[in-house]
């Protein structure tokens, strides 16, 4: 069974027994420290609509995140309850959250499935998918500046701080929300990258604290369409990557009106769209 109260380090990792070799040609038995991952199936209405592999932890948020960058849901008050389904075998046993929505909210479970079928699938490519999903969400309008410069090179130092079950495991990873004065306001650690993505963005969704064009979202590792997508559904300004942007990515976020950074690291960055955001930057 999942847990749903306690998000202990142990949801998040697990040991187990491995051979320690080293250059000298030693070698010792001894117990490690791996992260921990399970399936978790997302059902809407009682009918299922995705199955991704996650850690286990804040799975609620994880669905809710999920279904903000579906364009199912938009507020707190859409979602009526968040319930785990004890039924069936292992492994799906216990790792089954059941989202019940108000009847206000029109869904159509079939098109949501195919959706879910093609991004999964790498089905959306090209114009023709950021078309697609500004049809759901607006592009956010231009804005007064977020952060500045001596701001966003301190990131990468207070997202690694935080990541204790990456120090335990070294395969984990990580996004998080800072305010514009580089405040973390919520981090969440994950095998999957979008993963961590909809957790932070249904935390603060849970909160009612949208839209976050004030905010920086701060991922581990590279940014790709779905980070940037997903930012977008959760209206953050501007989105940053300790590795490179994916050249879908960089379209997505000059259209939607997103601030991308990339190769954030050792006092150094990329700006690739929308610098306005930023002040103290040198032309």
């Given at each position: ?181 580089g405040e973390l306001l919520v981090l969440r650690e994950d ?67 997103q601030t991308l950074i990339g190769f954030l690291r050792e ?17």
């Open positions: 069974m999942c847990p749903t109260g306690n998000q202990s380090e142990d949801l998040r990792a697990v040991t187990t027994r491995v051979l320690r070799w080293v250059h000298d040609g030693v070698g010792q038995e001894t117990d490690d420290w791996v992260a921990r991952e399970e399936p978790l199936e997302i059902r809407v209405k009682g009918e299922s609509v995705v199955i991704t592999m996650r850690t286990p932890g804040h799975d609620e948020e994880l669905a809710i995140g999920f279904l903000l960058s579906e364009g199912v849901i938009a507020t707190s008050r859409d979602i009526l309850e968040i319930a785990y389904c004890q039924q069936g075998e292992a492994p799906l046993h216990g790792n089954i959250l059941n989202v019940f929505l108000s009847p206000k909210v029109e869904i159509n479970l079939d098109r949501l499935k195919r959706n879910v079928y093609a991004s999964s699938s790498c089905g959306l490519c090209g114009k023709a998918s950021i078309e697609s999903l500004q049809n759901i969400f607006e592009p956010l309008n231009q804005s007064e500046t977020v952060i500045d410069v001596e701001t966003i090179i301190t990131l990468p130092e207070k997202l690694r701080a935080k990541q204790s079950t990456f120090d335990k495991t070294g395969g984990l990873h990580a996004a998080a929300l800072f305010d514009g004065n095998v999957g990258r979008h993963n961590a993505v909809d957790k932070v963005i249904g935390h603060l969704l849970l909160k009612d604290r949208l839209p976050l064009e004030d905010c920086v979202l701060m991922v581990s590792g590279r940014a790709s369409f779905e980070i940037i997508q997903k930012a977008l559904a959760g209206r953050v300004g501007v989105i940053c990557a300790v590795s490179a942007p994916s050249s879908l990515a960089v379209d997505m976020a000059k259209e939607s009106g006092g150094k960055f990329n700006v690739y769209s929308h610098k306005d955001r930023i002040s103290g930057l040198e032309n």
